[in-house]
């Protein structure tokens, strides 16, 4: 069995009074999920997970929570994927898909997130990570 690991993070923008939540959809597929991708040798699980997300979207982002969740599945026989995902924050209004294999990247509005993920194991993060989000004590600005 082979194993892959990936980081990413769903990043969540205030603007006034709206929250939206950073999503892809793939090229293949056109599943809709949070931006992640292949740790490098060498490289922590933040740093791939900050890297990852600026490659995908060309959105900087900041990790200020202690949220981690990892999912664990099967992406073809033989081959075990597990991805880390982590709590993270912007500012910046602006994104841009990676060109290749995503398709299109988008601020979802936080309370319609949920029913666009495609897959379940990103529904079960997603809820994770909005149940961490209301204990923050900082007010995102």
């Known amino acids: 069995m082979n194993w892959e690991k990936s980081c990413g ?3 969540v923008r205030r603007e006034k009074d709206n ?3 950073l999503m892809i959809r793939h090229k293949a597929g056109g599943s809709r999920s949070f ?3 292949h740790m490098e040798q060498g490289e922590s699980e933040y740093a791939t997970a900050l890297r990852e997300v600026m490659e995908e979207t060309s959105s900087r982002i900041a990790i200020i929570s202690d949220f981690r969740a990892t999912v664990k599945y099967s992406p073809s026989p033989g081959v075990m994927k ?3 995902y982590f709590l993270a924050f912007t500012t910046e209004e602006s994104i841009k898909a990676r060109e290749g294999e995503i398709a299109e990247v988008e601020w979802v509005p936080l309370e ?3 029913n666009c993920l495609t897959h379940e194991n990103d529904k079960t993060v997603f809820r994770a990570a909005m149940e961490r989000m209301q204990h923050l004590s900082f007010e995102i600005k």
């Open 9 to 11: 993070a769903l990043v």
């Open 19 to 21: 929250y939206y939540i």
């Open 82 to 84: 597990e991805v880390v």
């Open 35 to 37: 931006p992640k991708g």
């Open 112 to 114: 319609k997130a949920e």
